[in-house]
């Protein structure tokens, strides 16, 4: 189905295409005008939940049309764009970063009910789309299949990848850049607290290399680095917890005052539980989360940079560090790791080459070697669940 909308007070056609799911009473090219403020919680998104238990986060209008406005401008995307979105609207990416987007651009807006690589591949060339939304789990995925089948799909319309929802390593940037023949891709960072997106890299360079950081605090939306737990500011270059405040934040949680209050200081700063360092240009390099630091023997290990020595090598397509529990040393660093095709990581190739990187209480004591990692609905990796599959209990 096909539709078109205004907005509000233009004159201007903003087009939808919807593959696989109705959209009924959009069809007649209005919109109605909004039945309250616009700062009125308009959507009620639960956070994905790779962590802890979701949280029902509100988000008005003023916030997704914002931040929608501010990624589109900071990726380079507009109006004669159409992007391959497979990404659940469950997801604060798919909604905002996808659909709303492309309703405030005027980009068309491809989506299908469920990912699965062929229908979305298909769906690229029959609508010769220019842009691929994915977290980096599906692109793997997307590159895995066209790898196994070069000329199979056409996917010349596509000039730019869209990627965010979890960390994009070097090498995977490069690789689906490569296979999927990608002029550039795009680096998204984000929460659903902010509306999502806090950051982007376009992919032209001006961020540094591909992976390295995640890009430039979009415009209008203030970033400071902190001493976590505290509102010490850093100076540039010195890593600590980063907190935002504009027009995309959410106003809390629904019915949780408790978590509203621990998320979001009293004049609006939201503290995102990220750790990381910004440059003079308001250029983010991401060390990790709060949350997911592994603590060994009182020495704070970030996951995401031993994930990024593991997956240089060849062998491995996709990584998830995790703490382990150990009464000697509080937790070990342990790793799941996803073989790429037609190879067979070696755990002590794997081991030697972190030691070599990595600082020695840094390297992995545990890699297992897994079919798939658990995903959450939104493509991120289940954390929860993984450290269910090394320790051989569910986690709750």
């Known amino acids: 189905a096909q539709a078109l909308a205004v907005l509000p007070g233009s004159a201007r056609p903003y087009g939808w295409h919807v593959l696989g799911d109705n959209l009924a009473g959009i069809g007649d090219g209005t919109v109605p005008a909004p039945a309250g403020h616009p700062d009125a919680t308009l959507n009620i998104q639960f956070t994905s939940g790779s962590t802890g238990p979701p949280k029902m986060v509100a988000l008005s209008a003023r916030n997704l049309i914002a931040n929608a406005r501010w990624t589109a401008d900071a990726a380079g995307l507009g109006a004669t764009d159409r992007i391959a979105s497979p990404l659940p609207l469950a997801h604060a990416a798919g909604l905002s970063s996808g659909a709303v987007l492309a309703l405030v651009t005027g980009a068309l807006w491809v989506s299908v009910s469920r990912f699965r690589t062929e229908p979305v591949l298909t769906q690229i060339a029959r609508h010769r789309c220019t842009v691929l939304q994915a977290v980096p789990t599906m692109a793997t995925m997307l590159?895995?299949?066209?790898?196994?089948?070069?000329?199979?799909?056409?996917?010349?319309?596509?000039?730019?990848?869209?990627?965010?929802?979890?960390?994009?390593?070097?090498?995977?940037?490069?690789?689906?850049?490569?296979?999927?023949?990608l002029d550039r891709i795009a680096v998204i960072y984000g929460q659903t607290e902010a509306g999502p997106t806090i950051s982007v890299d376009p992919g032209d360079a001006s961020c540094g290399s591909p992976g390295d950081t995640v890009g430039r605090i979009v415009a209008d939306l203030d970033a400071v680095v902190v001493t976590p737990g505290t509102r010490t500011e850093l100076p540039p270059g010195h890593a600590g917890e980063l907190l935002v405040r504009g027009e995309s934040v959410t106003a809390g949680y629904v019915d949780d005052p408790t978590a509203t209050q621990a998320a979001i200081t009293s004049d609006g700063w939201l503290r995102t539980g990220d750790l990381g360092a910004l440059d003079t240009d308001r250029i983010l390099t991401l060390t990790g989360r709060v949350k997911e630091l592994i603590i060994r023997g009182g020495e704070n290990i970030s996951p995401a940079e031993v994930e990024?020595?593991?997956?240089?090598?060849?062998?491995?397509?996709q990584v998830c560090v995790l703490g382990l529990p150990s009464v000697r040393w509080g937790e070990e660093v342990a790793a799941l790791v996803v073989a790429a095709p037609g190879t067979t990581p070696d755990p002590d190739r794997l081991t030697g080459a972190a030691a070599a990187r990595l600082a020695r209480?840094?390297?992995?004591?545990?890699?297992?070697?897994?079919?798939?990692?658990?995903?959450?609905?939104?493509?991120?990796?289940?954390?929860?669940?993984?450290?269910?599959?090394?320790?051989?209990?569910?986690?709750?």
């Open 143 to 181: 590159a895995d299949t066209v790898e196994a089948a070069p000329d199979r799909f056409d996917l010349s319309s596509l000039r730019v990848g869209f990627l965010g929802g979890a960390p994009c390593a070097p090498a995977l940037l490069a690789r689906t850049r490569r296979v999927l023949g």
């Open 361 to 396: 209480h840094k390297v992995p004591t545990l890699i297992r070697t897994v079919p798939d990692l658990p995903l959450l609905p939104s493509g991120k990796v289940d954390r929860r669940a993984a450290l269910g599959l090394l320790t051989g209990e569910e986690q709750r």
């Open 308 to 317: 990024a020595a593991l997956l240089d090598d060849a062998a491995v397509a």
